[in-house]
């Protein structure tokens, strides 16, 4: 079963107000679409019920009252419907835009496979995970470091393009708390299809709360055992790329992982995070999502254990 | 029947041998050639569109507006030999072909000075590349157009044309013109609009 | 001069000798067409083999069949495939074949340039599938997306085949385009006005014209993404001020009018075969027509709305949905157009007919999900997912393949000379017909459900594990369908029942001519007084003249000129014998590009040089040219 967070990300059960207005418009434009073509098979069905089968007779000549009906039932009234459609349309296109002199609440880094989260108001860096407060419209800066990917929250908004050398503004709105599958949707290379992320959505206090947390540097090793993990972590090469702030780790091309042990998933999404993943994860990486940037990691089983127990403090 | 039999009696019309559709073959290469480059402005427009300042440069007029002035010498002399030719005065035709000939190469040796005089070059930014695939691009339209003109002089002195048959020579010369128009967008766009600012 | 004595006399005029020689000198129009078919045909098995990989993969979720990066290149070599070495050379076999037939033409304008474009077509699909030789098939999806695809990402030479490959092949599509436009324009039969042309040929002509204009965009691309691949440029580069959208741009400028010319000629099949299945003339003609070309010149102005999600201007993206809308117009009417032919018609519920329905079915499902995604809001939602996949796959299929496959039941007899099997034949289309929908239609759902396009795994219990499974039966049945379809083909070449010169009492033209047709097509040049010769004029009027030399023509390979809009004649035309030359300038081709791939200077100077021979020995005027 599946363990990982979010449900099934349908786009046609919207938890957000512009998911909502999306749907508005896919249900009035399916269900058109679904009249036209129950037509269309009547008029191919209706001539095979009269078999009327024939001798060859090219007889019938080139009809001008054919031609006026061909035009209006094959131009003028389409015409009509989807000018309708297209005007209906129209009230929703500026739905993503947030203007550009608001400051973002949010910047969200496209990475090849992963996801760099920041609240630059709030001094918060995290990764494949957005907390958002509900009935609140936060404003997001859409970016990438690589390559170009697509933010896509289906239940929550449509998807916009992370394009190397510009900013994307956006927002997104949850109706009531929960948790909200994201995904890439551009192809970005060889792990594109393991490139998720959660939206948690949670109440003004409970973000308040979580915020407060985040923006701390991380928890000093709690045990002794935990100090080791840390100068494992340190002496086996994980600081060259991943941040642990107050800890002395500073790496920035992978995930910070001040506040790791608080994440819900592990590789973007990937996998639920507990102890056993995590320690999957670290040995070989390569194996459970091949082509990512994070290498298989030679730990000693003590070392490990120290790591894993490191991390898990990490709050 | 509407087509009266007479009007299918068998002229000699070996004289205009495929002229018409060997053109139309010329017409319609040069129509997607004029897309490309066309789709090369247009980028370079684009990029420009959302640069800071565009261009960073305006490259000298000196040798340039020397070489178009060169180009379109080409294409009247071009135009001299055609006539010729359809007046039969071959000995015209050759000399005047050879001089387009010089002309075009001419242009592109000084085009290769002036490369080599730049302060910039293609991997300098996206000006520098733009500024090189066009002029370049064109540069190889050119040396295309003179291998035609090149062929087409050759079977001028094996004697293939005369008054009437000279279809090869039309088409190489059509070209040529295509080439010559082609250099006055280029230069409008890359030497005279940025100063017309 | 009896008719006998005539057809020997062309027949040594015209017929290429049957030896090794022969068949890479021939410049024949038919032989140049059924390798075109061939060709493409065997593309579309390739491209349809890596489809049944990736399906296999996708059958259950975190399947680990194929690697990602394995997938990868296999998508990207399907799509890659199916759009340029299937989709576009198939119809130009269908128009190499029959536009010459169709026009009253003994060849085409060009055959030498013919016989090079194929040439091209093939060392070119033979040049990208030998990326999988050394595993470095181009993997950036069929669009290529800079700057997945610029050096610093794609490191290898997988991109590099993409785009030398590319721009290789765009030689050919350009050439032959000129080459139908000419034929088209200039040798109709006297008397076939444009007025009077058939679908078919207002088909290829206006893809033609669209391929003229469109093709240089992708062209333009390839170059510079090549030149930033190997030079350092920065056209794309948005840290030296390029631009990765512009690539974006010129993608879809080319690859959306690209859409029309492997659809446009399609429909063109159906509206010559469904008016003689139903026995009646094709409803609203002169509208079929001018949707056609009015598709063609539309589909210039929608490129944008593949970019829906990149953030574009309001006002622009608004544009580019309303264009989107209005070329549902010309399409409309076409289908209505065949709705009503089928209406008021007598069907004869052969294979082909069956083929022609299908195609309508599918093709009106694949264009309303079109619309859908045409709508800028819920494009937001639909684009790059699986009702993407989906959308096209309905299109592409239902507007190419299955005219295709009708089509080919419906010129088998002509190419051939013999009749396909039906009753196979109506196996071969219920199998793709119903695997197909199974196949395809459930990827709409899969879309809907969040599953976004090119993922070489999805995650279980996210409401995807059946319809995938759904999806992979479908596309095996689908599969099988066209297994039946090859072993109708092999099988009725050989053993088919004789079919006649006109097994269908068909319209036009190349029906009036023995199945196969002779290698100059026509003892005597035909003279046209309407739309469809064949059911308003007798044989006779049409091929009577055999004893007038102006109508026969056999003084050498010769064939009529006529003008551009009235068809009155104007010259007569001098065509070339066959050649070596365009093979030997399509293979030093190739070989330049693949010491451009791998940066062999002195090969690719050599093969430059001889490229420059050959053109000259081509272009050399025969002897009897030069005689006064």
Request: charged share 10%.
């Amino acid at each position: 079963m599946n363990q990982l967070p979010g449900g099934i990300p349908n786009i046609l059960a919207p938890r957000g107000i512009a998911a909502q207005h999306l749907a508005i418009l896919a249900w009035v434009t399916i269900i058109i679409s679904i009249v036209v073509l129950v037509l269309v098979l009547i008029a191919l069905l209706v001539p095979v019920m009269r078999t009327q089968h024939g001798e060859p007779d090219a007889g019938v000549a080139y009809d001008a009252r054919e031609h006026t009906f061909i035009l209006i039932v094959g131009a003028a009234i389409p015409a009509l419907i989807l000018l309708s459609v297209y005007l209906f349309s129209m009230k929703d296109i500026g739905l993503w835009e947030y203007g550009s002199h608001a400051t973002a609440d949010v910047q969200v880094i496209g990475h090849q496979w992963w996801w760099e989260v920041r609240y630059p108001q709030l001094g918060i860096e995290t990764a494949n995970e957005i907390y958002i407060p509900t009935g609140t419209r936060v404003k997001i800066e859409l970016l990438s470091s690589d390559v170009i990917h697509s933010f896509w929250v289906p239940q929550l908004h449509g998807k916009l393009d992370m394009i190397p050398g510009r900013v994307n503004r956006f927002w997104l709105e949850a109706d009531s708390s929960g948790q909200y599958r994201g995904e890439c949707a551009e192809f970005c290379g060889t792990q594109h299809a393991h490139m998720d992320f959660t939206v948690v959505a949670v109440s003004h206090a409970q973000f308040a709360h979580w915020a407060a947390a985040q923006a701390k540097p991380a928890s000093p090793p709690a045990d002794a055992i935990a100090a080791e993990g840390r100068s494992a972590f340190q002496f086996n090469g994980c600081a060259y790329c991943h941040t642990v702030n107050g800890n002395g780790a500073g790496g920035r091309a992978g995930p910070d992982l001040t506040h790791f042990a608080s994440r819900l998933t592990i590789g973007a999404g990937m996998l639920p995070n507990t102890r056993a993943y995590l320690g999957g994860w670290i040995v070989s990486a390569q194996h459970l999502k091949p082509g990512v940037r994070m290498p298989d990691v030679t730990l000693s089983g003590e070392e490990l254990q120290a790591v894993l127990t490191y991390l898990e403090g990490l709050r | 029947m509407t087509m009266p039999e007479s009007a299918l009696v068998r002229a000699d019309m070996s004289a205009l041998d495929r002229r018409d559709v060997s053109w139309w073959g010329m017409g319609l290469f040069i129509a997607t050639e004029a897309a490309l480059f066309i789709y090369l402005l247009a980028s370079y427009f684009y990029v420009g569109n959302s640069a800071a300042t565009w261009p960073p440069l305006v490259p000298s007029l000196q040798i340039t507006g020397f070489n178009t002035v060169l180009l379109v010498l080409s294409s009247v002399t071009a135009i001299i030999a055609e006539r010729s030719v359809k007046h039969d005065r071959m000995g015209a035709f050759r000399a005047w072909l050879v001089i387009t000939i010089v002309l075009g190469a001419t242009f592109l040796t000084f085009q290769m000075y002036e490369y080599s005089t730049l302060e910039f070059h293609a991997q300098s930014d996206a000006y520098g590349s733009f500024f090189y695939l066009i002029t370049g691009l064109h540069g190889a339209h050119v040396a295309l157009g003179l291998f035609m003109l090149l062929y087409v002089a050759i079977r001028a002195f094996a004697g293939h044309f005369d008054r009437v048959r000279h279809s090869a020579v039309r088409n190489a010369i059509l070209y040529w013109h295509f080439v010559d128009v082609v250099w006055l967008v280029v230069f409008t766009t890359l030497y005279l609009l940025p100063r017309m600012r | 001069m009896g008719a006998t004595a005539l057809a020997k006399r062309l027949d040594a005029i015209w017929e290429t000798p049957h030896t090794l020689i022969g068949s890479l000198t021939t410049v024949d129009h038919k032989a140049i067409g059924k390798r075109y078919l061939v060709t493409a045909f065997i593309f579309l098995c390739l491209g349809g083999i890596e489809a049944a990989l990736m399906r296999a993969q996708l059958t259950r979720p975190n399947e680990h069949l194929l690697s990602a990066e394995a997938y990868n290149q296999l998508f990207t070599m399907h799509g890659t495939t199916m759009m340029f070495l299937y989709a576009a050379p198939i119809l130009s076999g269908f128009s190499n074949y029959f536009v010459p037939l169709l026009i009253g033409s003994r060849d085409m304008a060009f055959p030498r340039l013919n016989a090079f474009s194929y040439w091209i077509f093939l060392f070119a699909g033979i040049f990208l599938y030998s990326s999988f030789l050394v595993g470095a098939a181009p993997n950036g999806g069929w669009f290529n997306y800079v700057p997945l695809t610029a050096r610093p990402f794609d490191p290898g030479i997988n991109i590099d085949f993409y785009c030398i490959a590319l721009i290789f092949l765009s030689v050919s599509t350009t050439v032959g385009a000129v080459n139908f436009i000419v034929t088209i324009l200039r040798m109709r039969a006297p008397g076939m006005t444009l007025g009077r042309m058939p679908m078919y040929l207002w088909s290829t002509l206006s893809t033609s014209v669209v391929i003229l204009f469109s093709l240089p965009a992708l062209t333009a691309a390839c170059l510079m993404l090549e030149l930033d691949r190997r030079t350092g440029t920065h056209f794309f580069d948005p840290s030296g001020g390029g631009s990765s959208l512009l690539w974006q741009h010129l993608f879809w400028s080319f690859g959306h009018p690209w859409v029309y010319v492997v659809v446009l000629p399609a429909f063109g099949i159906v509206s010559m075969a469904l008016p003689v299945f139903v026995r009646r003339r094709l409803a609203g003609f002169d509208y079929v027509a001018m949707s056609t070309v009015a598709i063609a010149i539309i589909g210039f102005g929608v490129w944008a709305h593949h970019m829906f999600a990149t953030g574009l201007p309001t006002v622009g993206m608004g544009f580019f949905s309303a264009a989107s809308m209005i070329i549902v117009l010309p399409s409309g009417v076409s289908v209505t157009a065949w709705l009503l032919t089928v209406w008021t018609g007598r069907p004869v519920y052969t294979t082909s007919y069956l083929f022609m329905l299908g195609f309508i079915v599918i093709f009106v499902i694949g264009g309303l999900s079109g619309v859908i995604t045409g709508i800028v809001p819920v494009d937001w939602q639909v684009h790059d997912t699986y009702f993407v996949v989906a959308h096209l796959h309905y299109v592409l299929i239902g507007a190419n393949l299955f005219p295709v496959v009708g089509g080919i039941y419906y010129w088998f007899p002509k190419m051939t000379g013999r009749l396909m099997s039906e009753r196979i034949g109506k196996w071969s289309f219920w199998l793709m017909f119903i695997g197909f929908n199974v196949g395809f239609f459930p990827m709409h759902i899969a879309g809907l459900l969040g599953m976004p396009r090119r993922v070489y795994t999805y995650y279980e219990g996210m409401g995807l594990d059946t319809v995938n499974l759904i999806e992979t039966i479908g596309a095996y049945v689908f599969a099988i369908g066209v297994l039946v379809f090859i072993i109708n083909v092999i099988r009725s070449a050989r053993r088919g029942p004789l079919a006649g010169s006109d097994p269908w009492h068909g319209a036009t033209l190349e029906w009036s001519t023995p199945s196969p047709p002779p290698a100059y097509n026509f003892e005597v040049i035909p003279i046209i007084t309407g739309r469809d010769p064949l059911w308003d004029q007798t044989l006779e009027e049409i091929h009577g003249g055999a004893d007038d030399p102006s109508r026969t023509l056999t003084n050498g390979r010769e064939t009529l000129a006529t003008t551009v809009t009235d068809a009155r004649p104007d010259a007569i035309l001098h065509m070339p014998e066959d050649s070596i030359w365009p093979m030997l300038l399509a293979l030093s081709l190739a070989i330049l590009c693949y010491s451009a791939l791998l940066n062999v200077t002195i090969v690719s100077i050599l093969a430059a040089i001889v490229a420059a021979l050959s053109v000259g020995g081509w272009f050399w005027p025969e002897h009897r040219e030069l005689a006064p």
